[in-house]
């Protein structure tokens, strides 16, 4: 199991990102996969997740309404449309995949549980 993550930058406030997080060694039937970031000093958290369809997506409190978590089946990619981008979005994203990620996404379990992560991609909301 691989997950690529790409798509950071710098962006100004209310700007927007489109981070994507390739996946290879298995389908995204396997495992629902999410966006987790981690700011400096902080711990990561979670952003948002998705299992088999859009409509089984979830978010963080501090996603809803500006963030869309998507899937691309045939292209093996999951992507996160963040728009309206505040500096307290600024940190590194991670793509994670498990098959009880829904459960971290909640909170009801830790992120260290998790067993797959992309290598990171570090967003810069600065003025």
């Known amino acids: 199991v691989q997950l690529q993550a790409s798509g950071g930058g710098l962006v100004q406030p209310g700007g927007s990102l489109r981070l994507s997080c390739a996946a290879s060694?298995?389908?995204?039937?396997?495992?629902?996969i999410g966006w987790f970031r981690q700011a400096p000093g902080k711990e990561r958290e979670a952003v948002s997740c998705?299992?088999?369809?859009?409509?089984?997506?979830v978010y963080a409190d501090s996603a809803k309404g500006r963030f869309t978590i998507s899937s691309d089946p045939a292209k093996s990619t999951v992507s996160l449309q963040m728009r309206s981008l505040k500096e307290e979005d600024t940190g590194v994203y991670y793509c994670?995949?498990?098959?009880?990620?829904?459960?971290?996404?909640?909170?009801?379990?830790?992120?260290?549980?998790?067993?797959?992560w992309g290598q990171g991609t570090l967003v810069t909301v600065s003025s």
């Open positions: 994670a995949a498990d098959s009880s990620l829904y459960y971290v996404c909640i909170g009801r379990e830790s992120p260290s549980t998790v067993p797959y």
């Open positions: 998705m299992g088999m369809s859009a409509s089984s997506a």
């Open positions: 060694g298995f389908t995204l039937d396997d495992y629902a």
